[in-house]
């Protein structure tokens, strides 16, 4: 009993002070709840004829192979810089199938049968969710690997199309038919937020590049 209660406390000790151990954990369990969001959605899609659940479970599809790649290429130790280039290369992906469920957002035509009360708890769990992905991320530089590096970059991508999902929630929940106001709104905060993913993910893919292409150098 006591080895077994060592062995909890050191499990905590790594989750608060091992960063790469902390991002590979919490990657893990994403990786099991985006698969099931996927999965979800995917039968939303099908059963309803949905363009909005059909193209959002695409989105996290992708994700959750990028995130599975990842994990794998750290449980074989496989050459970071390699392994770092072709995720980057499917980070650009990941952004490319965004552009349908984005554009249903922006039109209004995402489903959306929330009241405002749980909507105001989505709002919160959303600001946290930005804050942690933020903090993580500036985190990241202290780390040499590359992978890691990554994830988090997936984790505050994700964070961030969070933000576009709760934006349509809200517009949805206070509004009962299209209005050109909050169509503006939603167009402009979209295309912002769509850039500034579109941003991190080249600069995650030049920085990728440029690792692997000076171990092949040293090499």
């Not at 590979?24 to 939303?44: C, D, K, Q």
């Not at 970071?80 to 995720?87: E, I």
């Not at 050109?180 to 912002?192: D, E, G, P, Q, T």
Request: hydrophobic share 55%; net charge positive; aromatic share 10%.
């Amino acid at each position: 009993m006591k080895h077994k209660e060592l062995s909890i406390r050191e499990l905590f000790s790594k989750l608060r002070f091992d960063f790469e151990f902390k991002t590979i954990s919490m990657a893990l369990f994403s990786f099991g709840t985006t698969t099931a969001f996927a999965l979800f959605n995917g039968y939303l899609g099908i059963r309803l004829s949905s363009l909005w659940h059909g193209s959002i479970c695409v989105y996290y599809i992708v994700l959750v192979f990028l995130r599975g790649m990842i994990l794998l290429a750290e449980r074989r130790k496989a050459s970071q810089g390699k392994a770092s280039v072709v995720a980057s290369a499917f980070l650009l992906l990941l952004n490319a199938s965004l552009v349908v469920p984005v554009s249903v957002m922006v039109v209004q035509q995402r489903p959306v049968n929330m009241t405002l009360i749980p909507a105001i708890s989505m709002a919160a769990y959303t600001t946290f969710k930005i804050v942690m992905a933020s903090m993580n991320l500036r985190r990241m530089r202290k780390t040499p690997d590359s992978l890691v590096r990554i994830l988090r970059t997936i984790s505050f991508i994700d964070a961030l199309v969070s933000i576009l999902t709760l934006q349509n929630t809200l517009i949805s929940v206070n509004s009962t038919e299209f209005d050109r106001s909050m169509f503006v709104l939603a167009a402009a905060s979209s295309a912002v937020i769509f850039i500034a993913i579109m941003v991190i993910s080249v600069m995650s893919m030049r920085k990728s590049l440029l690792r692997y292409s000076g171990n092949v150098s040293e090499g």
